[in-house]
């Protein structure tokens, strides 16, 4: 069965610096969106991208995010200056966009620690 | 009041019990629902979209009751590997794909032998 996979599992980052998690796509879907969830708390969304462009985004998806579709298969997200506040684990999950009712399929997440 | 709502739990009932889920969810025009259930540290895994007239899965059933605006999620002859937060999701753009899905907080489930 197809899968959405994310790289890497495990990310720890110094306050300040930079990262970017990645993440591929099920092949045929159009959709694509970034969740995080903090330790102990709520599944949040943070941005829907579809057509090479943001489509919604949430009160998070502040200036020091960004994400992009660099070719075919990639989909990132990219955090400019990281807060402590940053760590969680995000989730990046796409759906296929045929049906309004197509339901979003999840990749394993990336967790973020910031230090 | 919140988008999508649930009651955090815990529920706990013995293996075989029947357990029910509600969630709220504040926008009328919402048109796509689901219920996923999610493991500790892991990802949020699809177990079934909520159909207008209601849909059974096994031992799972879904409803819809758009005019009080909520969702449930009805679990028979629980197992032990029912144990897990079940997660509701509301498609917030009333039907455009390119919508915000947006997740409740999660009821814990917790089965007993």
């Known amino acids: 069965e197809p899968e959405v996979t994310q790289t890497p599992s495990h990310q720890v980052t110094q306050m300040g610096q930079e990262v970017i998690l990645r993440c591929v796509p099920i092949?045929?879907?159009?959709?694509f969106y970034w969740y995080r969830q903090i330790l102990g708390q709520k599944v949040e969304f943070l941005v829907s991208f579809y057509n090479n462009e943001i489509s919604e985004k949430s009160e998070i998806f502040d200036d020091q995010f960004s994400v992009e579709r660099p070719d075919g298969s990639n989909f990132t997200l990219k955090i400019r200056s990281t807060k402590l506040e940053d760590s969680a684990m995000y989730f990046c999950?796409?759906?296929?966009?045929?049906?309004?009712?197509?339901?979003?399929?999840f990749g394993n997440g990336t967790r973020l620690t910031v230090t | 009041r919140k988008e999508v709502e649930q009651d955090p739990g815990p529920f706990n009932v013995p293996e075989g019990a029947t357990v029910a889920f509600n969630c709220t969810y504040s926008?009328?025009?919402?048109?796509?629902f689901f219920w996923y259930r999610q493991d500790c540290r892991k990802e949020p895994k699809l177990l079934m979209s909520v159909y207008s007239s209601g849909n059974e899965d096994g031992r799972f059933t879904a409803q819809l009751n758009r005019a009080s605006q909520y969702i449930s999620l009805l679990i028979r002859d629980s197992k032990l590997s029912d144990s897990a937060t079940y997660l509701c999701?509301?498609?917030?753009?009333?039907?455009?794909?390119?919508?915000?899905?947006?997740f409740g907080s999660g009821t814990r489930l917790s089965i007993r032998p």
């Open positions: 926008n009328s025009a919402s048109q796509s």
């Open positions: 999950a796409s759906r296929e966009g045929d049906a309004y009712n197509s339901p979003l399929h």
């Open positions: 092949s045929n879907h159009l959709y």
């Open positions: 999701a509301v498609n917030m753009g009333g039907g455009s794909s390119a919508s915000k899905i947006i």
